[in-house]
């Protein structure tokens, strides 16, 4: 057994041998592939020496800084906004110094001849108004006193240049402070 595969093995080498020969020692040729296309010849303008340039300078100005929330800057839009648009002049009394929302309605009086209500500032210190009272910084003037509310309405001028008008309710107690209150 070990002479019939010694023998396999040397007939297996000479044949391997041969035509190894044969070739020359090369491997026998594959077909060619196919030539890629040569690509264009790209002209090239040539640059005048002469040809200046303008300096370029980033300008950030009117721009969101990306590193900042977008809500901050919607925030400094609109204390801006308000800024610019805000009446000019010191207030004339001091129910004008506070924006309307920052006035808390404390009290309503119901008289037969006009109806009357009283608001306090952050310090506590109150006031009385009336309908026709100017309050806050926007001259907004008192249009209704009900039950349990002060409406104020202020007049202000949109993007558009047109004039609205703004309802804004003091309510005699908040809706959640309602609900906190026993029955």
């Known amino acids: 057994m070990r002479i019939q595969k010694a023998t396999s ?14 070739t020359g020692g090369q491997e026998a040729e594959q077909p060619a592939a196919p030539a890629a296309p040569k690509p264009a010849e790209t002209k090239v303008a040539a640059v005048d020496e002469e ?5 370029y300078s980033y300008d950030p100005g009117g ?5 900042r929330p977008p809500q901050e800057m919607f925030e400094n839009r609109v204390a801006e906004t308000a800024a610019a648009e805000a009446p000019v002049g010191p207030p004339a009394t001091p129910l004008e110094e506070l924006d309307v929302v920052e006035w808390k309605l404390t ?19 109150g006031y009385i108004i009336e309908i026709g009272t100017t309050i806050g910084r926007w001259k907004g003037r008192v249009a209704r006193i ?6 104020v309405v202020e007049t202000y001028k949109d993007t558009r240049g047109g004039e609205r ?3 804004i309710p003091l309510l005699l107690r908040n809706p959640e402070e309602k609900d906190k209150q026993p029955s």
């Open 9 to 22: 093995i040397g007939i297996l080498l000479a044949l391997m041998g041969a035509a190894a020969c044969s």
């Open 51 to 55: 040809q200046t340039f303008e300096e």
């Open 63 to 67: 721009k969101r800084d990306p590193f």
């Open 107 to 125: 009290a309503i009086i119901q008289t037969p001849g006009s109806p009357r209500a009283m608001v306090e500032d952050s310090t506590g210190r």
């Open 146 to 151: 009900e039950d349990d509310r002060v409406i």
């Open 165 to 167: 008008r703004q309802e």
